[in-house]
């Protein structure tokens, strides 16, 4: 009987990226065993596919392969790809001490200048070592595509330095033990290499933590994909990007995946370019925000679709002031909610009307990250009773209702929807739940 046991990754060693030699050309004493451990890899990918899946490789863990032989070899770090939907992937292998080089295979498109079928040393070779042996698999579907990325990055008037620039100000690692994140020594150690290519430089970055510096890096630098890649006006202010910065109306989705995201929502009461919509806003704001929103935007984590149909005013508010404090996309459910009663008296209610004009607050009273103590201060604005009362009904159902269950302390994303230009009101969008894969109107 197959042993399909989990197999963990070792604990990261603290390795300063720029202190590591980059991998030699010549054979190191790693090479044999990092090559048979990729052959061996290729067949119980082959045999996983055949009798566990399908033929297909989506949904792989690693630990599935324990069962057919294969488990992480000694020092070799190992990135599985799944791409195609789920019908073909790639693979490479590098040993993590001094001299190793890396080796791919790939199953159906030539990939790091190695054709399909055969494992082969990538060219160009990465500028630097993987921080850890271990596996990990990467679902294209589930993460930014690196090789679509990489094309829109050379189509446009992008170098190499401006992305490492540019991945100072997103959120990683710091295991070098350097204040400047992993993945920004990563991208310097591989532009410093000969004959860098974007996809090494993106790869390198990928594989020191940098998931969510690559999201920062499209959403900027690619936006829409409607025009070349270019550089955003903040690049080069040593203060980073300063908000509000407008978001992409829609994302290409040959980086973002959009449709097979959104083919995750299980949903009766949508379209599936309803569901794009709320997918690519979500993706847009949670990584502005600087979250990992390809695991995010899952439906794994609740999420609060403010809608336009039923509360247009209070979800141009939310997206106004989420524009302004990015943050505030994840907020925390608080129960029972903040006192509201010292906004009678505060300057910017001073327009409310009872049952007329209400003060609404963003965050919301019922998060952490409201109230009067908040830091930074919430939002205040005076709108529509009607609307701001219809939001605060749904968001009660959103927490005890709509298969949701947000508990006191539990983090949720709040994503207001945008408003779908040409399309009258009733033709919006409305308020949506995404709770447990389900995505649907919320009620009240």
């Not at 789920?86 to 490479?92: D, E």
């Not at 963003?362 to 709108?383: I, M």
Request: glycine fraction near 8%; charged fraction near 20%.
């Amino acid at each position: 009987m197959r042993r399909h046991t989990f197999v963990a990754a070792i604990a990261a060693a603290a390795i300063a990226l720029g202190l590591v030699a980059t991998p030699a050309q010549a054979a190191s004493p790693y090479d044999a065993a990092t090559q048979s451990s990729l052959r061996n890899l290729i067949t119980a990918m082959q045999w996983w596919s055949a009798f566990d899946n399908r033929n297909r490789f989506d949904g792989l863990e690693v630990s599935d392969l324990a069962g057919w032989g294969w488990r992480p070899t000694g020092g070799t770090y190992t990135e599985i790809v799944i791409e195609r939907d789920g019908q073909s992937w790639r693979a490479t292998a590098q040993d993590t001490r001094a001299g190793g080089t890396e080796y791919t295979y790939t199953s159906a498109t030539a990939v790091n200048g190695v054709s399909p079928g055969a494992v082969r040393a990538s060219t160009p070779q990465p500028g630097a070592l993987p921080l850890a042996p271990g596996a990990s698999v990467i679902d294209v579907g589930m993460a930014i595509d690196i090789d679509a990325l990489a094309s829109a990055l050379a189509a446009g008037a992008v170098t190499h330095r401006m992305a490492c620039e540019a991945a100072l100000f997103s959120p990683g690692t710091h295991t070098a033990g350097s204040s400047v994140p992993d993945h920004v020594l990563a991208c310097e150690a591989a532009v410093a290499a000969g004959n860098a290519t974007w996809r090494s430089v993106l790869s390198a970055m990928l594989k020191a933590g940098g998931r969510q510096a690559l999201q920062q890096l499209a959403l900027e630098f690619v936006g829409a994909g409607t025009a070349p890649a270019s550089p955003p006006p903040w690049l080069g202010d040593p203060e980073g990007p300063q908000d509000p910065r407008p978001v992409p109306p829609t994302l290409p989705d040959n980086i973002w995946k959009i449709v097979r995201k959104a083919d995750r929502a299980a949903s009766t009461a949508l379209t599936p370019e309803e569901k794009r919509v709320a997918v690519t806003q979500c993706l847009a704001l949670a990584t502005r925000a600087g979250t990992d929103s390809m695991q995010r935007c899952n439906g794994d984590t609740p999420i609060f679709f403010s809608g336009r149909s039923d509360t247009p005013e209070p979800t141009q508010h939310d997206l106004e002031a989420i524009g302004r404090y990015p943050a505030w996309v994840e907020l925390n459910r608080r129960h029972p909610p903040n006192d509201r009663t010292w906004l009678r008296d505060h300057p910017a209610c001073a327009g409310r009307e009872a049952g007329v004009l209400d003060c609404d607050e963003f965050p919301f009273a019922s998060t952490q990250q409201g109230g009067a103590l908040a830091s930074p201060p919430v939002n205040l604005r005076v709108l529509d009773s009607d609307q701001n009362q219809g939001q605060g009904r749904k968001l009660a159902a959103f927490y005890s209702g709509a298969g949701c269950d947000v508990s006191d302390g539990e983090e949720f994303l709040v994503v207001p929807l945008p408003e779908r230009p040409g399309l009258p009101r009733e033709q919006q969008l409305p308020t949506l739940a995404w709770c447990n894969s389900t995505l649907s109107p919320v009620p009240g």
